[in-house]
């Protein structure tokens, strides 16, 4: 048996035509399933609804209607959301997969809600959505200069840059400049040919020969441009901007690059509005969009930039990977704490811009935040690069960068996460539900044939007075009618936490009852439950599905509460 991985994308579809090689072999419809679940892994790429494939109902019914032993009324109830017209990928994909995760820990949160729906009853953080972090290959991004940097000082991907300290700063700084230098004689080059394309002439382009400087903070900003990664925050005040750009003692200078989809017309006009702005006489020295952004512009990009800019509409990164390409080679981040920078930043490893959490105007939310960004980059990020030749504090963070998010960008890291995470547990599930798929997929049916007469009858608690002491106990005792399923099949738990004002329980932790004496054809479970928060307190009982084989206990989706 083997381990498939599925993402949102049309290799979603692979699990359906695994159905039909499961079936090819013998078993049942349901006997497939199960095993296809088992040995699946699926991961979701983006926190925003419209980013998911979405197709016409009738279309997929139209190429999969004469899938052998796979009745085309399964495959559209895989792909079912609200919209009954509709076939939804990554629905497709969680209900193909046991196991699910995002590329990041809060595109995990994100993605635990955004699908919540789907688990009905159950609390959001129990949805069955886990997440592994994306990495980078450094081989890839890392300039050559790093890698000699990274030779002297012993490295290995055990250690990652840990003994950078026996490289002194002016060899980091020295290395620094050489990258920026290189990256400034590319950005001449390309706006030379870029203004050429569009029709100026050879002697209109004297300029492009000294625009930009090897000495100058310089800053990148290089991505897709949908709307929610916000390419033009920094364009809220353009005298703000400028003001910057320009500062006789302390200049920046920015290098943009990027691609909007085709159909994107709203990422067209971000992009024209860029232009605009750096076309001016005035600021095109010190600002760029270059045209054309692919590998092999990135790789001069990312080395060659100081700081890494990223701006998006919290919570809306799914990873953002350009900004570990970035750190890998000793460039510092600057921004919002999204994808995999709210989980990696330390605040000595670059800047968090701060975000408007929770202002619902658009345009205030944008303007709060550009606010917060020209701000760092006066009083924090622009005095501390030019703070000393070399600038001792700019080089300490450099140095922090490397060490300390070199071995968790990278790309083995992430693979070593899911092997260990999603693709070993995978396999042993897939032979031990492939050994036994008939009965399993039995016991499945079975169970949610049933799961209607499942009831919490009574619930009672003494050993506590009306209010709550902490450090006491709550004896707790449960009826619960399971009509034709039998304890084997269950677990009656009790979830409780602290109650906010609407006496709701997030995030509740859990314990088992115990089976007790039967009660009018009902069974009593008990438990001891030790009260270890203050506060407000809440708790229910319910009913979940129990097998070996199950990966979560909301698996099948399936609860009966009190």
């Known amino acids: 048996p083997e381990v498939f991985h599925a993402n949102e994308g049309h290799a979603g579809f692979g699990g359906i035509e695994r159905l039909r090689e499961q079936v090819a072999l013998g078993r049942s419809l349901d006997e497939a399933r199960a095993v296809v679940r088992a040995g699946t892994v699926f991961t979701t790429h983006t926190p925003v609804p419209a980013g998911i494939d979405r197709f016409p109902r009738a279309l997929v019914e139209q190429h999969f209607a004469s899938v052998p032993g796979v009745p085309v009324s399964d495959i559209l109830a895989l792909g079912a959301e609200e919209d009954p017209e509709v076939f939804n990928m990554a629905h497709l994909g969680l209900r193909s997969a046991q196991r699910a995760n995002g590329v990041a820990k809060l595109h995990g949160v ?50 990652g840059f840990a003994n950078l300290e026996k490289v002194d700063d002016a060899t980091i700084w020295a290395t620094r400049r050489l990258l920026r230098e290189r990256l400034v004689h590319d950005v001449r080059r390309r706006l030379h040919d870029s203004w050429l394309i569009r029709g100026a002439s050879p002697a209109e382009l004297r300029w492009t020969e000294t625009a930009f400087d090897p000495d100058v903070l310089t800053i990148g900003f290089a991505r897709r441009v949908p709307s929610y990664k916000r390419l033009t925050l920094m364009l809220r005040d353009p005298a703000r901007l400028e003001a910057l750009l320009l500062d006789p003692e302390r200049p920046i200078q920015i290098v943009i690059a990027g691609k909007s989809h085709p159909a994107d017309d709203g990422g067209k006009e971000l992009v024209q509005q860029i232009v605009q702005f750096a076309d001016r006489p005035e600021v095109r020295h010190r600002i760029a969009f270059l045209p054309g952004y692919d590998m092999g512009m990135a790789k001069v990009l990312y080395p060659g930039c100081d700081v890494w800019l990223n701006n998006p509409l919290r919570p809306l990164e799914a990873c953002g990977t350009s900004g570990m390409k970035a750190a890998l080679n000793g460039c510092l981040n600057l921004s919002i704490r999204d994808g995999w920078w709210d989980e990696m930043y330390d605040g000595d490893n670059g800047w968090a811009i701060p975000t408007a959490d929770g202002v619902e105007d658009p345009g205030r939310r944008d303007s709060l935040e550009a606010d917060a960004l020209y701000e760092l980059l006066e009083t924090a990020v622009a005095p501390r690069f030019y703070g000393g030749s070399p600038p001792a504090g700019w080089v300490s963070m450099v140095r922090h960068t490397l060490s300390s998010l070199g071995p968790q960008v990278l790309a083995s890291r992430m693979l070593r996460d899911y092997v260990t995470d999603l693709y070993t547990p995978a396999a042993v599930a897939v032979r031990g539900v492939t050994a036994d798929a008939e009965a399993f997929s039995s016991w499945v049916s079975r169970v949610r044939g049933a799961w209607g007469d499942v009831r919490v009858l009574h619930v009672e608690s003494t050993g506590s007075a009306d209010q709550p002491v902490l450090g006491s106990t709550l004896d707790l005792r449960a009826v619960v009618h399971l009509g034709a399923l039998s304890p084997d099949d269950v677990e009656v738990q009790v979830a409780y936490g602290q109650a906010d004002e609407q006496d709701e329980v997030s995030s509740p932790s859990t314990l088992a009852m115990t089976v007790g004496e039967p009660v009018d054809g009902s069974i009593r479970y008990e438990t001891a439950l030790p009260l270890t928060t203050a506060g407000g307190f809440g708790y229910t009982v319910r009913v979940l599905p ?10 099948l989706g399936l609860v009966a509460s009190a």
Do not use: K, Y
């Open 110 to 159: 994100v993605s635990r809600g955004m699908f919540a729906g789907l688990w009905p009853g159950f609390d959001v953080a129990e949805v069955p959505i886990g997440s592994i972090t994306n990495g980078v290959h450094a081989p890839t991004w890392v300039a050559r200069e790093v890698m000699d940097i990274a030779a002297r000082s012993g490295v290995s991907e055990a250690t």
């Open 546 to 555: 129990r097998h070996a084989l199950l990966a979560d206990p909301a698996e």
